[in-house]
């Protein structure tokens, strides 16, 4: 049933009144009395020193997980089970990666913002393209996705009017936001608080529904029977011929595209880095390191409901659920969790409503933040109005929150996000810039001679050769790629380069060009600006080299056991 109860609708209140009390506290401490910010815009948009390394961790997580999650690799999980939390495991390794070799990089040379970052590496030309490229694609893709799918989500929870839903998450988002990173920061605690509760609390009944189906009960039994008529969905690596292998190829999620994908999303990612650029570097770093265990919980609460959900659809086809997973005539993956929501008890359903909703106004705070503070650093800050001040470039940041929401809400009904697939929309439309990105990122900390002339070219390039590989499967045959697993024939016939795989081509096409083009400049003695780097930076405390082990053994431990 699309509703919800009264004790729901009151679960939800408390968490509602829970979260807007506690952030109007910490705004109110971080004020004076005549009610202006103290501190300047660094304080506004990064929490410079305020944040702990569990709000940082808890941040991070808080927006991260949205209803691409909650709704997408649920769907995921539906459909082709426990590999996509390939997504989750792989990152969790990944963070440890950024915290021992990116952050200390961003610390040492005081980066606020990635455009600043590109400026003070290359040129303010680099930066100011890549800061309208990512105003653009934070509020057309990201933005907007989450708004859209949370709110569809919440209105097949809730019965509630779709538009309605949107506005109400971009409002409730827009009062934190405006908060600045502080609020944001330690409201998110609260946020994961409720994300996990709820989250784990939907696994818990999924499980349970899937022994009940079976004349069981108990959540391991439960998890025991998923995994007996559903084997084909507890498989972390897929074979070529699975019919999954084009969103999966194989060793490509651990060896391959997926590395870009992760430390593209969580080193190059102002929406990500800002949570720790206000720290020092031990905090920074544990704040991290508790992301990353965070990370391997993940697929607990969004991919196992999704797996449960296609046990039950499958003894259910023609029935109740069945039905439900429908949609427009066809079967929806994406309906997993909405549908097991519904059939949630009262009150554990509130809660879970309440998850979700944390989920998608955290992610959207967070977003919106990171939009604000790209446009007042490096777009208003540099070329609007160079002379504004503190004051001013806190108003511009908030004037900047609202504009941005607003413009995801009018923008997100017509660009058929849910057409698409969530999770597979951001994939999509991220896809084509993430490997030329990563390389310019990578180069530029790593290598003293990549230029801005290399730089340029990584980030037009490895796009435009991004379109040229999704495009080439339909005119050119590229059968001879097929022995190595590069490609694999669709219902067409057709040989496509599955979309990890093109990644990988794109990153290595980019960062080959960028060492040729830097090699030619130096001949022709052009100069570059290096970063502050030296070794003991690298160097990560005993206390956080225990945590990243025991992170590496559990990873291993179950890719071993799921292989």
């Not at 502080?182 to 994961?192: A, C, E, N, P």
């Not at 929406?271 to 704040?287: C, E, H, K, M, S």
């Not at 290598?447 to 002339?453: F, R, V």
């Not at 060492?515 to 030619?520: G, R, V």
């Amino acid at each position: 049933m699309n509703q919800l109860a009264t004790i729901d609708y009151i679960v939800f209140f408390v968490y509602f009144i829970i979260v807007s009390s506690y952030g109007i506290w910490i705004y109110r401490r971080k004020t004076g009395h005549d009610g202006t910010i103290e501190g300047d815009s660094k304080d506004y948009f990064l929490a410079e020193g305020s944040l702990t390394w569990w709000a940082i961790g808890s941040s991070l997580i808080a927006s991260n997980i949205s209803a691409e999650q909650f709704v997408g690799m649920s769907g995921s999980g539906f459909k082709m089970g426990l590999a996509i939390a390939t997504y989750e495991w792989m990152a969790a390794i990944t963070l440890v990666v950024v915290a021992v070799f990116f952050i200390p990089v961003y610390l040492k040379n005081n980066i606020a913002t990635m455009p600043q970052f590109l400026s003070q590496r290359y040129n303010g030309t680099v930066a100011m393209i890549m800061a309208l490229f990512w105003l653009a694609l934070y509020i057309v893709v990201n933005l907007t996705s989450i708004l859209y799918l949370g709110a569809i989500a919440i209105s097949s929870i809730a019965g509630l009017n779709l538009t309605f839903c949107m506005y109400m998450l971009a409002g409730f988002a827009v009062i934190i936001t405006l908060g600045g990173m502080k609020v944001i920061g330690f409201t998110d605690v609260i946020q994961v608080f409720f994300l996990i509760l709820g989250g784990l609390a939907t696994t818990y009944l999924a499980l349970n529904l899937v022994a009940e189906h079976y004349g069981s009960s108990g959540v391991l039994n439960g998890f025991s029977l998923m995994t007996e008529h559903a084997s084909d969905h507890f498989q972390m690596i897929f074979k070529r011929d699975n019919e999954n292998y084009m969103d999966l190829p194989g060793l490509t999620v651990l060896l391959g595209g997926m590395w870009i994908v992760n430390l593209n999303y969580w080193g190059c990612n102002q929406y990500i880095t800002q949570r720790a650029l206000g720290a020092d570097l031990p905090t920074a770093r544990a704040g991290i390191l508790f992301a990353a265990f965070l990370k391997l919980l993940m697929p607990v609460i969004v991919v196992l409901p999704g797996i449960a959900a296609y046990v039950l659809y499958k003894q259910d086809i023609f029935g109740e659920f069945g039905k439900a997973m429908v949609s427009g005539g066809e079967l929806n993956p994406d309906r997993a969790y909405p549908v097991l929501l519904n059939i949630l008890p009262v009150g554990l359903k509130g809660l879970s409503f309440a998850a979700l909703t944390a989920a998608v106004v955290a992610s959207l705070a967070g977003k919106a933040n990171s939009i604000a503070t790209i446009f007042t650093l490096d777009v208003y800050k540099k070329v609007i109005n160079p002379a504004a001040s503190e004051k001013t470039l806190v108003s511009t940041g908030k004037i900047a929150v609202v504009v941005a929401m607003i413009l995801g809400v009018l923008i997100a009904p017509h660009l058929g996000i849910d057409k698409k697939g969530g999770f597979q929309y951001i994939q999509e439309y991220t896809g084509f810039v993430s490997p030329g990105i990563f390389a310019m990122f990578i180069l530029g900390f790593f290598w003293k001679k990549t230029t801005s002339s290399a730089a340029l070219f990584a980030t037009i390039g490895g796009f435009l050769l991004s379109i040229l590989l999704k495009f080439l499967p339909g005119v050119v045959n590229l059968s001879f790629l097929s022995p190595f697993g590069f490609s694999i024939k669709n219902a067409a016939g057709v040989y496509e380069i599955p979309f990890l795989d093109r990644m990988g081509f794109v990153f290595i096409f980019c960062v080959i060009g960028m060492i040729i083009i830097s090699l030619y400049e130096k001949s022709r003695g052009v100069k570059t600006n290096g970063l502050e780097i030296d070794s003991s930076m690298f160097k990560p405390q005993p206390s956080f080299a225990i945590g990243t082990a025991v992170i590496l053994v559990i990873i291993t431990a179950l890719y071993t056991i799921y292989w």
